[in-house]
Nanobody
Framework: QVQLVESGGGLVQAGGSLRLSCATS????????MNWYRQAPGKQRELVAT???????NYADSVKGRFTISRDNAKNSMYLQMNSLKPEDTAVYYC???????????WGQGTQVTVSS
Protein backbone atom coordinates (compact mmCIF):
# COMPACT_ATOMS: atom_id res chain seq x y z
CA GLN A 1 0.00 0.00 0.00
CA VAL A 2 1.46 3.32 -1.14
CA GLN A 3 0.60 6.55 0.65
CA LEU A 4 1.23 10.00 -0.76
CA VAL A 5 1.42 13.17 1.35
CA GLU A 6 1.60 16.67 -0.15
CA SER A 7 3.14 19.71 1.52
CA GLY A 8 4.40 23.17 0.64
CA GLY A 9 1.12 24.87 -0.14
CA GLY A 10 0.20 28.27 1.22
CA LEU A 11 -0.46 31.91 0.41
CA VAL A 12 1.62 33.74 -2.17
CA GLN A 13 1.30 36.96 -4.15
CA ALA A 14 0.87 36.95 -7.92
CA GLY A 15 4.24 36.63 -9.61
CA GLY A 16 5.69 34.74 -6.69
CA SER A 17 6.94 31.18 -6.39
CA LEU A 18 6.07 28.11 -4.40
CA ARG A 19 7.49 24.59 -4.26
CA LEU A 20 5.22 21.64 -3.55
CA SER A 21 6.48 18.30 -2.28
CA CYS A 22 4.95 14.85 -2.40
CA ALA A 23 6.39 12.36 0.08
CA THR A 24 5.68 8.65 -0.31
CA SER A 25 5.53 5.81 2.20
CA UNK A 26 8.21 3.88 0.36
CA UNK A 27 10.38 3.62 -2.73
CA UNK A 28 9.00 5.37 -5.78
CA UNK A 29 10.92 3.19 -8.22
CA UNK A 30 7.72 1.21 -8.73
CA UNK A 31 5.82 4.40 -9.55
CA UNK A 32 6.17 4.49 -13.31
CA UNK A 33 4.24 7.70 -13.67
CA MET A 34 3.70 10.43 -11.10
CA ASN A 35 1.46 13.42 -11.56
CA TRP A 36 0.29 16.68 -10.06
CA TYR A 37 -3.39 17.52 -10.35
CA ARG A 38 -5.27 20.55 -9.10
CA GLN A 39 -8.87 21.41 -8.37
CA ALA A 40 -10.13 24.98 -8.13
CA PRO A 41 -13.36 25.88 -6.31
CA GLY A 42 -16.37 24.83 -8.35
CA LYS A 43 -14.26 23.22 -11.05
CA GLN A 44 -13.25 19.70 -12.06
CA ARG A 45 -9.88 18.28 -11.11
CA GLU A 46 -7.35 18.81 -13.89
CA LEU A 47 -3.96 17.35 -14.73
CA VAL A 48 -1.16 19.89 -14.24
CA ALA A 49 2.04 17.95 -14.87
CA THR A 50 3.34 14.43 -15.40
CA UNK A 51 6.74 12.79 -14.94
CA UNK A 52 7.82 9.22 -15.72
CA UNK A 53 10.51 7.18 -14.02
CA UNK A 54 12.66 7.92 -17.05
CA UNK A 55 12.30 11.64 -16.51
CA UNK A 56 9.96 12.44 -19.37
CA UNK A 57 7.65 15.33 -18.50
CA ASN A 58 4.44 16.84 -19.78
CA TYR A 59 2.55 19.95 -18.71
CA ALA A 60 -0.85 21.50 -19.12
CA ASP A 61 -0.73 24.39 -21.58
CA SER A 62 -1.75 26.79 -18.83
CA VAL A 63 1.42 26.14 -16.81
CA LYS A 64 4.05 25.50 -19.47
CA GLY A 65 7.11 27.66 -18.94
CA ARG A 66 6.11 28.43 -15.36
CA PHE A 67 5.92 25.07 -13.56
CA THR A 68 8.57 22.36 -13.34
CA ILE A 69 7.89 18.81 -12.16
CA SER A 70 10.70 16.65 -10.82
CA ARG A 71 11.28 13.50 -8.78
CA ASP A 72 14.01 12.25 -6.48
CA ASN A 73 13.96 8.47 -6.19
CA ALA A 74 16.59 8.48 -3.43
CA LYS A 75 14.32 10.64 -1.27
CA ASN A 76 11.12 8.92 -2.41
CA SER A 77 9.67 12.29 -3.30
CA MET A 78 8.22 14.30 -6.14
CA TYR A 79 8.16 18.07 -6.49
CA LEU A 80 6.40 20.84 -8.35
CA GLN A 81 8.25 24.14 -8.64
CA MET A 82 5.72 26.86 -9.43
CA ASN A 83 6.98 30.22 -10.66
CA SER A 84 5.23 33.34 -11.93
CA LEU A 85 2.11 32.29 -10.09
CA LYS A 86 -1.24 33.73 -11.12
CA PRO A 87 -4.54 34.02 -9.22
CA GLU A 88 -5.89 31.42 -11.68
CA ASP A 89 -3.45 28.91 -10.18
CA THR A 90 -5.37 28.98 -6.91
CA ALA A 91 -6.50 25.44 -6.17
CA VAL A 92 -5.95 22.36 -4.08
CA TYR A 93 -3.00 20.48 -5.55
CA TYR A 94 -2.90 16.69 -5.45
CA CYS A 95 -0.10 14.16 -5.85
CA UNK A 96 -0.98 11.11 -7.95
CA UNK A 97 0.94 8.00 -8.98
CA UNK A 98 0.65 4.68 -10.77
CA UNK A 99 2.53 1.60 -9.55
CA UNK A 100 3.91 -1.13 -11.81
CA UNK A 101 4.01 -3.46 -8.78
CA UNK A 102 0.46 -3.16 -7.47
CA UNK A 103 -1.00 -1.95 -10.77
CA UNK A 104 -2.93 0.55 -8.68
CA UNK A 105 -3.44 4.30 -8.69
CA UNK A 106 -2.73 6.37 -5.58
CA TRP A 107 -3.79 9.86 -4.45
CA GLY A 108 -2.63 12.26 -1.77
CA GLN A 109 -5.03 14.35 0.30
CA GLY A 110 -4.05 17.64 -1.31
CA THR A 111 -2.41 20.91 -0.31
CA GLN A 112 -3.99 24.34 -0.73
CA VAL A 113 -2.32 26.95 -2.92
CA THR A 114 -3.77 30.46 -2.86
CA VAL A 115 -2.43 33.20 -5.12
CA SER A 116 -3.49 36.76 -4.37
CA SER A 117 -3.61 39.57 -6.93
Amino acid sequence: QVQLVESGGGLVQAGGSLRLSCATSGSIFSLKTMNWYRQAPGKQRELVATITIGGRTNYADSVKGRFTISRDNAKNSMYLQMNSLKPEDTAVYYCNAHSVVTLAEYWGQGTQVTVSS
